[in-house]
């Protein structure tokens, strides 16, 4: 993809702070952290979302994701880590090339990562099921 600048960052035609680097993969710290030490995972080869990914490319990128978060543990002494993955604008995509967002936790470190319970009841839960499952 000519005009995505996941693309260029993954293939190095644009600089990046880059953390990991393979032949199917880039991690890189994001400009606009949510913590210190943000980072994304970026294949090389261009996929939208989620569901454009090769299968192969998936399993790959969760096994990339345990490496680098032990390496962000190890080094950074975060308390814990949020992986988010957006698809689609109404979940929050911004940039339309495949990514896994890395966040690094510290205690205390005042950010929200997450959303509102809602009261639901076991019928709804169960029309639900059957939508998906039937
Ligand atoms: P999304 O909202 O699509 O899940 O996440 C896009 C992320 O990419 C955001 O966290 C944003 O800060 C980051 N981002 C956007 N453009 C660039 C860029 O040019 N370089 C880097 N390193 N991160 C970027
Ligand atoms: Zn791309």
């Given at each position: 993809?000519?005009?995505?600048?996941?693309c260029?960052i993954?293939?190095?035609?644009?600089?990046s702070?880059?953390?990991?680097e393979?032949e199917?993969?880039?991690?890189?710290l994001?400009?606009g952290p949510?913590?210190?030490?943000?980072?994304?995972?970026?294949?090389?080869?261009?996929?939208?979302?989620?569901?454009e990914l090769?299968?192969?490319?998936?399993?790959?990128?969760?096994v990339?994701?345990?490496?680098?978060?032990?390496?962000?543990?190890?080094?950074?002494k975060?308390?814990?880590?949020n992986?988010?993955q957006?698809?689609?604008?109404?979940a929050?995509q911004?940039v339309?090339?495949?990514?896994?967002?890395?966040?690094?936790?510290?205690?205390?470190?005042?950010?929200?990562?997450?959303?509102?319970p809602?009261?639901?009841?076991?019928e709804?839960?169960?029309?639900?099921q059957?939508?998906?499952?039937?």
């Amino acid at each position: 993809m000519s005009d995505c600048i996941f693309c260029k960052i993954a293939s190095g035609e644009i600089p990046s702070k880059t953390l990991y680097e393979d032949e199917k993969f880039r991690v890189i710290l994001d400009l606009g952290p949510a913590t210190r030490g943000h980072a994304l995972i970026l294949p090389k080869t261009h996929a939208a979302d989620l569901f454009e990914l090769p299968d192969e490319t998936a399993a790959e990128v969760l096994v990339l994701a345990k490496k680098m978060g032990i390496t962000l543990k190890e080094k950074l002494k975060c308390d814990g880590l949020n992986l988010v993955q957006n698809n689609g604008a109404v979940a929050g995509q911004t940039v339309n090339h495949f990514h896994l967002h890395m966040i690094p936790r510290y205690q205390g470190d005042g950010q929200k990562i997450g959303w509102t319970p809602k009261k639901t009841d076991p019928e709804e839960l169960e029309a639900i099921q059957k939508e998906i499952t039937g």
